[in-house]
Antibody
């Protein structure tokens, strides 16, 4: 079955650290770029970070730059997010998502989309 | 960064209604626009990509249109399982990937 399963969330004190993981199965993991997207309680979706499939290109949202580190192990079909210096506003459900090209036609291409999502792992920052 | 603005923020509708949600980009994004559905307590699900292309397995009552800065998601006949929050997303200039603030479709 094609799926993503996040783990590692929990309750952490402000200033603390956590590593969350995403296990992929049912597809060629190393062939896809992957992202983390989070959702604070009662709020909308916020993109957090991106990592390419095999070239180690990484991007971060300004709100997490310098505190979060994305990584992957293609041999283990796993994606990770190291979260440091946690703040109250990092409290959220963190989803991993597969990044798929939207395709091209007639010389025009159509960007990217998140075609596969995990169920999320909850990170709560509180003292 | 490109800002995405959805309207309305919420709407009330009945089963069988035709529902239209609008998404506006702060600059042209051609057709680099996706729509997602999120049911309560669930992960988001891709409905439409490239503005008008239906994701595999998504019912044909969902459709998308638009280009440039203005886009529309239409549900032709609302079903009980369609009560959810809908998000648009642009991928024309990234990073960052930007989502709209969401439109909640509620029961009238």
């Amino acid at each position: 079955e094609v799926q993503l399963v996040e783990s590692g969330g929990g309750l952490v004190q402000p200033g603390g650290s956590l590593r969350i993981s995403c296990a992929a199965s049912g597809f060629s993991f190393g062939s896809y770029s992957m992202d983390w997207v989070r959702q604070a309680p009662g709020k909308g979706l916020e993109w957090v970070s991106y990592i390419s499939g095999s070239t180690n290109i990484k991007y971060y949202a300004d709100s997490v730059k310098g505190r979060f580190t994305i990584s992957r192990d293609n041999a283990k079909n796993s994606l990770y997010l190291e979260i440091n210096r946690l703040r109250d506003d990092d409290t959220a459900v963190y989803y991993c998502a597969r990044d798929r090209a939207s395709g091209c036609s007639g010389g025009s291409c159509y960007g990217w989309n998140f075609d596969l999502w995990g169920r999320g792992t909850r990170v709560t920052v509180s003292s | 960064d490109i800002q995405m603005t959805q309207s309305p923020s919420s709407l009330s509708a009945s089963v069988g209604d035709r529902v239209t949600i609008t998404c506006r980009a702060s600059q042209s994004i051609t057709t680099y626009l996706n729509w997602y559905q999120q049911r309560p307590g669930r992960a988001p699900k891709l409905l439409i990509y490239a503005a008008s292309r239906l994701q595999s397995g998504v019912p044909s009552r969902f459709s998308g249109s638009g280009s440039g800065t203005d886009f529309t998601l239409t549900i032709s006949s609302l079903q009980p399982e369609d009560f959810a929050t809908y998000y648009c997303e642009q991928t024309y200039i990234t990073p960052p990937r930007m989502f709209g603030q969401g439109t909640k479709v509620e029961v009238k």
